[in-house]
């Protein structure tokens, strides 16, 4: 799985700035959110990937800050790349256009999977408050 974290790493600066820029931030989700949610092929980690989105939210907002800047950056990494429809395999390309996004996706849960369950736990005990 070293392949996509070296893609994900040369988006880095581009990360960088839009986690100092929390509009460019807010931006990149809602982009997102309305590009990504409903596509088949991502139904299998759909609910880990509302889950990241609410977390960014969250995050932007100061409302949630258990999460490592490193742990964000390679969020935003991979929500850049997901955007970009001439990746690896354009996305063009019915049914396997979305197949490097679904490995994107796939490996950035396995890297952060503990700090998304700990969002899920934190979400849970705020939202009964």
Known sequence: MKIPLKILLRLKKSAERIYNDKDKFSELLEKIKHSRLNIDEFSKIKFELILLISMCYDFIKGRYKNIRKSDMLLIICAFIYLLN?????????????????????????????????????????????
């Open 85 to 129: 429809p001439m990746d690896i395999i354009p996305d063009m390309l019915l049914e396997i256009g979305f197949l490097d996004d679904l490995t994107i996706l796939t490996y950035l849960i396995s890297k952060i999977r503990l700090q998304i369950k700990n969002y899920e736990k934190w979400k849970m005990e705020n939202e009964v408050k």
